[in-house]
């Protein structure tokens, strides 16, 4: 059964902890993403990935990290500089880039107590 | 970059009546144009997407119309369904395999039986 898996679902963390949310597909896709979805909101990127061992900055990137050791896998490290990290966040993977239909996750929602 | 305005925000038809949703996009060179249907806390779904070489596109109920002289595109649902409520969001891409899609902020779209 092929798809987007992202553990876990609901997550809750400390204020000044690292917190480290998965994100694995099994579609034998080259580009991955990470983006922050707040109430009321739309998708804001985080990071993206078009290739192993390479990653860019999305529009939010700020008080987070990523890698891509493997294809399909792409780990988001929520930092403790990041101010405002209560969300849900979602995980995606497309063929290739951009102008491939994206396949989300169903989310984790992080709350920072 | 690119920017891309939604609208409305909500809407609430009745039910077997259409649902219009708009959205319009700043970068010309914009060439993907896909709409998502997110399920309350679940990740975004590809309903249907069209390309810039096409105006029109049609699947079963749903249909999206793309304009690319006014910059804009529509996803339209006829004969709306209970199941049809959830948020919708448009996106554009420039379609090349390097970088990113900006989404739209979403609809709420609430199907009245």
């Known amino acids: 059964d092929g798809g987007i898996t992202q553990s876990p679902k609901y997550l809750f963390r400390k204020e000044g902890q690292n917190v480290t949310l998965s994100c694995e597909q099994n579609?034998?896709?080259?580009?991955m993403y990470w983006y922050r979805q707040d109430p009321g909101q739309g998708l804001r990127l985080i990071y993206y990935s078009q290739i192993v061992n390479d990653f860019q900055k999305g529009d939010i990137a700020e008080g987070y990290s990523v890698s891509r050791e493997k294809k399909e896998s792409f780990p988001l490290t929520v930092t403790s500089a990041q101010k405002n990290p209560t969300a849900f966040y979602l995980c995606a993977s497309s063929i290739q880039g951009s102008s491939d239909t994206q396949y989300f996750g169903p989310g984790t929602r992080l709350t920072v107590l | 970059g690119e920017n891309v305005e939604q609208h409305p925000s909500t809407l609430s038809v009745q039910e077997g009546d259409s649902a219009v949703i708009k959205c319009t996009y700043s970068?010309?060179?914009?060439?993907?144009f896909p709409w998502y249907k997110q399920e309350l806390g679940k990740g975004p779904q590809l309903i249907i997407d069209i390309r810039s070489n096409v105006g029109e596109k049609k699947d079963q109920r749903i249909a999206v119309t793309l304009n690319k002289t006014a910059k804009h595109f529509s996803l339209h649902i006829t004969e709306t369904q209970p199941e049809d409520s959830a948020v919708y969001f448009c996106?554009?891409?420039?379609?090349?395999?390097?970088?990113?899609?900006?989404f739209g902020d979403g609809t709420t779209l609430t199907v009245k039986p």
């Open positions: 970068d010309s060179a914009s060439n993907y």
């Open positions: 579609l034998n896709h080259d580009a």
């Open positions: 996106a554009a891409s420039k379609g090349t395999n390097a970088g990113k899609s900006t």
